[in-house]
């Protein structure tokens, strides 16, 4: 019965929530940017191009946020840097593919999206390597 009382969050929970939070949307994003990234040339002339981009330069930039700023949100390596071109990816998939149908085609894109927003607002934790990287650096200013 106590697992189902309020109790105060630790520094402890709240970390392991953020490294669990980063690894959950990193892991569901990864392989549609590999799959792009690996199927290139089949896709450049298909991809939807957004904002006057051609569709190779929009589906780099795809492969870009899904791929690779992805691998460092894992990383919990410049987490706030990277979560913006993945929000702004998930923000596309939601309210452009899927003209904003959070219920149907779109849910998944948009449940990224609030895990993109949630982990900005949280920021990387303790267990990331901003922290190691960057903890010393915040000490001594």
């Given at each position: 019965?106590?697992?189902?009382?309020?109790?105060?969050a630790?520094?402890?929970?709240?970390?392991?929530?953020?490294?669990?939070?980063?690894?959950?949307?990193?892991i569901?994003?990864?392989?549609?940017g590999?799959?792009?990234?690996?199927?290139?040339?089949?896709?450049?002339?298909?991809?939807?191009?957004?904002?006057?981009?051609?569709?190779?330069?929009?589906?780099?930039?795809?492969?870009?946020?899904?791929?690779?700023?992805?691998?460092?949100?894992?990383?919990?390596?410049?987490?706030?840097l990277?979560?913006?071109?993945?929000?702004?990816?998930?923000?596309?998939?939601?309210?452009?593919?899927?003209?904003?149908?959070?219920?149907?085609?779109?849910?998944?894109?948009?449940?990224?999206?609030?895990?993109?927003?949630?982990?900005?607002?949280?920021?990387?934790?303790?267990?990331?390597?901003?922290?190691?990287?960057?903890?010393?650096?915040?000490?001594?200013?």
């Amino acid at each position: 019965m106590q697992f189902v009382q309020p109790t105060p969050a630790t520094s402890w929970t709240v970390n392991s929530a953020t490294l669990w939070l980063r690894l959950g949307l990193g892991i569901a994003m990864i392989p549609h940017g590999y799959d792009k990234l690996t199927h290139f040339a089949e896709y450049q002339d298909s991809f939807m191009s957004f904002l006057g981009l051609s569709s190779p330069v929009s589906l780099a930039l795809a492969i870009g946020a899904e791929f690779f700023c992805s691998i460092l949100l894992m990383l919990g390596l410049l987490t706030r840097l990277v979560l913006i071109p993945l929000i702004i990816t998930a923000f596309v998939i939601v309210f452009v593919a899927h003209e904003g149908d959070i219920a149907g085609d779109g849910s998944a894109g948009f449940l990224l999206l609030i895990g993109y927003l949630t982990s900005l607002l949280l920021g990387p934790g303790a267990f990331s390597l901003d922290d190691i990287l960057f903890k010393e650096r915040g000490k001594n200013e």
